[in-house]
Structures are given as C-alpha cells and as structure tokens.
C-alpha cells in the first residue's frame, strides 16, 4: 500500500500568514493527489485534486502543487475560517485510497 | 445539488453486523464515471478509506477489511449499503459517504455528513 506522510502534524500560525503543509507518497503517485479541510465535528470538504484543480467553489486562497511524491497546500493569506485539519488523500491506486495523517492548523 | 446522507444504528453490540446506507440526489450511480465510497474515522484520528461501488456494479474493498464488508447499490432507490460483520469495539467511529466522479479525475467532490457508530456491549 502506499503511505502518505503529511508534515507538520500540526502547526499554529495567525490571520494573514501564509501557510505550507507538506505531503509525501512512500511512491511515485503522479499527480493522483487530493486535498481536503475538516472542521470539528464537520464531515470533510474537498479542497484540490489532481494536485493543483482548485474544487468547484473553493476559493483561489488555497492552491496545491507537487508531483511524483512530493505535494503541498498552501494557503495564502490564513482567515479565521481556515483553521482546521487538512488531509491529503492519493487516489494512484484507485480504488484503494490512502489518506495522510492530517495537519491541524491552530491559532497562534 | 449533489447530497449524500449516512444512517444506519448509532449503536452495535461487538460481534454484530453494522448496516449502513448512503442515501444520495443530485446524480445517478448509472451514470458513466460515477462512484460512491465509504470511509471511516475513529475520534480523533485521521481518515480511512473503506469499500467503493462504481456505474457498471464493480466492488472494491480496503484490502486490511475486505473480508468483513459487503457493499452494494440500488441505483433506483439511489442507495449504496455498506455491511461490515464481526463488529469490534476498534470499529467505533464516524462512518462516511462521498462521491468520485470522472469531472474531477475520479477524486472525491463530494462528502456526506458522517454517521458516528459506537461498539459496545
């Protein structure tokens, strides 16, 4: 199976930083790469695909990049709507889906 | 609008079978490019992908589980099932359905609420 390491685990930044998490494949997944925010107690909304597709909806804040093994979500200019848990998820091997470990995304 | 809805018993006791069912509108599951997965999460822990049903009726399972879930459709109810035998008190979590479409290069787009499913005698 492929694992997905999602980096930092969690992090604490404020309103109008720009913030970078980091998700690695343990393998060459192409661009098979999905990004998703939950909130607490929330189910998860989908973020990005394909890496870098912004989903139908999602602001132009968010963006995603990466290739091979090496992906990352970045969010521009963080509001206080944007903190949550963010999860990569691989979809290479289709169907059998992997999900990182997640990133919380604190107040500083 | 594309919705999806989980339910199913909130409560099992271990050993039982869960049985739950993904309620959906807004697409059909005959529809070319269409999929339905189920995914789990146990509190406080990350996501785990768990079974997928797509159009043409092909099943695919969680190779960790496989032998415990059965899923299943009824594209004229709109309805996907999801059977999971032998429940543990380990399976405790919040079980969800979500949609994958050929739009969005077979990722996820779209999420159900989530049904919690506690284990316990």
């Known amino acids: 199976d492929i694992q997905m390491t999602q980096s930092p685990s969690s992090l604490s930044a404020s309103v109008g930083d720009r913030v970078t998490i980091t998700c690695r494949a343990s393998q060459g ?3 098979y790469l999905a990004w998703f925010q939950q909130k607490p107690g929330k189910a998860p909304k989908s973020l990005i695909y394909a890496a870098s597709s912004l989903q139908s909806g999602v602001p132009s804040k968010f963006s995603g990049s990466g290739s091979g ?8 200019s963080l509001q206080p709507e944007d903190f949550a848990t963010y999860y990569c998820q691989q979809y290479n091997s289709y169907p059998q889906l992997t999900f990182g470990g997640g990133t919380k995304v604190e107040i500083k | ?3 999806l809805r989980e339910s199913g018993p909130a409560l099992v006791k271990p050993t039982q079978t869960l049985t739950l069912t993904c309620t959906f509108s807004g697409f ?3 529809t070319s490019g269409m999929c339905v997965s189920w995914i789990r999460q146990p509190p406080g822990k990350a ?12 099943k695919y399972y969680s190779t960790s589980l496989k032998t415990r879930l059965t899923i299943s459709k009824d594209t004229s109810k709109n309805q996907v099932v999801l059977t999971m035998t032998n429940m543990d008190p380990v399976d405790t979590a919040t079980y969800y359905c979500a949609r994958h479409t050929g739009d969005t290069a077979m990722a996820i787009d779209y999420w ?7 284990v316990s005698s």
């Open chain 1, 29 to 31: 997944i192409s661009n």
């Open chain 2, 47 to 58: 996501l785990e992908w768990l079974a997928l049903i797509d159009w043409d009726d092909d």
């Open chain 1, 69 to 76: 093994t090496d992906f990352t979500l970045t969010i521009s």
């Open chain 2, 28 to 30: 059909s599951l005959s």
């Open chain 2, 1 to 3: 609008q594309v919705t």
């Open chain 2, 112 to 118: 159900g609420q989530g049904t919690l499913v506690t």
